[in-house]
């Protein structure tokens, strides 16, 4: 099983959920653990009856809220500790040093940090990073109306001396595109919807799946758009 960690104090929620939409139309079993303090995928994807742990389907995707480590999942599952958890890729979504730890982040996974350039989300989100006991790579996705130089500048600045290897591609997600609109949408309704989503908001979910999955072409990812935006 393939984990895939996305860290920071940035909104991960919907992004996570995107992702993960494209993989399992490509047939993958894929879950997504939301180990944040705030635990927003408990008010984003619809549970019937939610208790403080739990596993959920919603659009294909298994969803997993409330568990501390791997080992708590499996209890719930009804999986002895020694088996392997039944599924091909977890992303993991984390703002806490403690998720990182529980879920082995830095040696068992492919990890994303996610954040914009407001003081909080960049600070706090460094404030995360800056208790790694053991380096960790990263490539960083970047949520800005255009990021500039000086601001990744800063970026590499505030995180010197943390034990943290960039990676020296980034992922760049434009804030004024009217992505936000569409995804605000999309909860409303609880469903995953591509149709209205910007070009490049499509192009950034095709580049990072196709990270994750590192074993199928681009045009196969682009194929599963296509059947996500006509909602077949």
Do not use: C
Not at 92 to 111: G, H, P, R, S, T
Not at 160 to 187: C, H, T
Request: no cysteine; charged share 30%; proline share 2%.
């Amino acid at each position: 099983m393939k984990k895939i960690g996305f860290i920071g104090m940035y909104d991960k929620t919907d992004l996570i959920l995107n992702i993960a939409k494209i993989l399992t139309t490509m047939h993958k079993k894929v879950i997504v653990v939301d180990s944040t303090l705030t635990q927003k995928a408990k008010y984003v994807v619809p549970v019937i009856n939610p208790t403080i742990t739990y596993i959920t389907d919603f659009e294909d995707i298994d969803v997993a809220i409330g568990f501390n480590n791997e080992v708590e999942m499996k209890g719930y599952l009804g999986i002895a500790e020694t088996e392997k958890m039944p599924y091909d890729i977890m992303l993991i979504d984390a703002d806490n040093q403690k998720a990182i730890d529980e879920f082995d982040l830095v040696n068992d996974a492919k990890n994303y940090f996610v954040t914009a350039f407001d003081a909080y989300s960049l600070k706090r989100g460094l404030e995360i990073l800056s208790g790694l006991k053991t380096p960790m790579e990263l490539t960083k996705i970047l949520y800005a109306k255009e990021v500039l130089k000086e601001e990744d500048d800063y970026l590499n600045f505030l995180s010197l001396g943390y034990k943290v290897m960039w990676n020296e591609f980034r992922i760049y997600f434009p804030i004024e595109n009217g992505d936000w609109s569409v995804l605000a949408e999309n909860q409303r309704v609880a469903k995953i919807k591509f149709k209205k989503l910007s070009t490049q908001y499509k192009d950034n979910l095709v580049y990072i799946a196709g990270e994750i999955l590192n074993d199928v072409s681009e045009n196969q990812i682009r194929r599963a758009v296509k059947i996500i935006e006509r909602g077949v």
